[in-house]
């Protein structure tokens, strides 16, 4: 069975580990034919991402667009919808992470936060939302962060984009329990990704891995219907970064 599958920031870090065990899944599961529209800024990231789901056997495609603008998110719900008729999952995880002193952080930063954490998941997820209302199914996963319930001195506004998200997916849940729609937020603790820049060997061997979040995301995708993850929280098993 066909599976239409958006995911935002999949040129990078976890959203590019989700595409590829999506991809990955299909040669595990026979009846799963996942049909992956991979979003971003960055075209050069994205094809190299789709050409590795489509050696998986999967069916992959890029849409150029940055999420915090409006136009761009009615662009690429209207251009999906008119060529698939449907979305079956959104996976929003695109997210931006200015990490400094509560102190030092600028108007810049904040908009970059809350453009795409906030604004871009938010209007995303709205406009998506009503196809699986209609239809009665579907799967919107979040992939927020341990930061969505914890503070720490540099996230400032990183934890309050992510504590908005939070909140927000609660307020979702609401309306997708009457119509079988399932949420799902992921919050991952630190994985080793582009978002740290770089990093030293220790910090690096304490870290979880992409694949390590995408895995449990993409089995959460397969389980029967009956069934909705409503949380997956993962870190590293030495704890938080930073504790
Ligand atoms: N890494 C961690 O430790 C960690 C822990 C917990 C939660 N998370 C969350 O997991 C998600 C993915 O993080 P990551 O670590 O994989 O980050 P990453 O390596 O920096 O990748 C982020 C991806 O999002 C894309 N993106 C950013 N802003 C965008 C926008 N406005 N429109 C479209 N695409 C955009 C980026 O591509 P372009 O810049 O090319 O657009 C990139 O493909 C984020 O929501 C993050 O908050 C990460």
Same mark, same amino acid.
């Given at each position: 069975?066909? +599976?239409?599958?958006?995911?935002?920031?999949?040129?990078?870090?976890?959203?590019?580990?989700?595409?590829? *065990?999506?991809?990955?899944?299909?040669?595990?599961?026979?009846?799963?034919?996942? +049909?992956?529209?991979?979003?971003?800024?960055?075209?050069?990231?994205?094809?190299?991402?789709?050409?590795?789901?489509?050696?998986?056997?999967?069916?992959?495609?890029?849409?150029?667009?940055?999420?915090?603008?409006?136009?761009?998110?009615?662009?690429?719900?209207?251009?999906?919808?008119?060529?698939?008729?449907?979305?079956?999952?959104?996976?929003?995880?695109?997210?931006?992470?200015?990490?400094?002193?509560?102190?030092?952080?600028?108007?810049? *930063?904040?908009?970059?936060?809350?453009?795409?954490?906030?604004?871009?998941?938010?209007?995303?997820?709205?406009?998506?939302?009503?196809?699986?209302?209609?239809?009665?199914?579907? +799967?919107?996963?979040?992939?927020?962060?341990?930061?969505?319930?914890?503070?720490?001195?540099?996230?400032?506004?990183?934890?309050?984009?992510?504590?908005?998200?939070?909140?927000?997916?609660?307020?979702?849940?609401?309306?997708? &329990?009457?119509?079988?729609? &399932?949420?799902?937020?992921?919050?991952?603790?630190?994985?080793?990704?582009?978002?740290?820049?770089?990093?030293?060997?220790?910090?690096?061997?304490?870290?979880?891995?992409?694949?390590?979040?995408?895995?449990?995301?993409?089995?959460?995708?397969?389980?029967?219907?009956?069934?909705?993850?409503?949380?997956?929280?993962?870190?590293?098993?030495?704890?938080?970064?930073?504790?």
């Amino acid at each position: 069975m066909k +599976h239409i599958i958006l995911i935002t920031g999949a040129g990078k870090g976890i959203g590019k580990a989700i595409a590829l *065990d999506f991809a990955k899944a299909s040669t595990t599961y026979p009846d799963f034919e996942p +049909h992956l529209i991979l979003v971003s800024r960055t075209v050069s990231d994205l094809e190299a991402v789709a050409e590795k789901c489509r050696a998986c056997g999967a069916a992959a495609e890029i849409v150029k667009a940055d999420i915090s603008d409006m136009a761009q998110i009615d662009q690429l719900v209207s251009s999906t919808l008119e060529r698939y008729g449907t979305i079956d999952c959104l996976v929003n995880n695109a997210g931006v992470g200015r990490f400094k002193p509560f102190t030092e952080l600028t108007v810049d *930063d904040y908009e970059d936060t809350m453009g795409t954490n906030l604004k871009g998941t938010f209007f995303l997820t709205q406009k998506v939302f009503p196809v699986m209302e209609e239809k009665k199914s579907g +799967h919107i996963f979040f992939i927020t962060s341990i930061a969505a319930e914890t503070a720490f001195k540099s996230s400032a506004l990183y934890s309050m984009s992510k504590f908005g998200q939070k909140g927000f997916i609660e307020a979702v849940r609401l309306y997708a &329990k009457t119509c079988n729609v &399932k949420i799902t937020n992921v919050m991952p603790g630190a994985v080793y990704t582009p978002m740290w820049g770089e990093v030293t060997d220790e910090m690096k061997a304490i870290m979880m891995m992409p694949e390590d979040i995408s895995g449990p995301l993409v089995n959460a995708y397969l389980l029967p219907q009956r069934t909705s993850v409503e949380e997956l929280v993962l870190r590293p098993v030495s704890g938080d970064l930073g504790e």
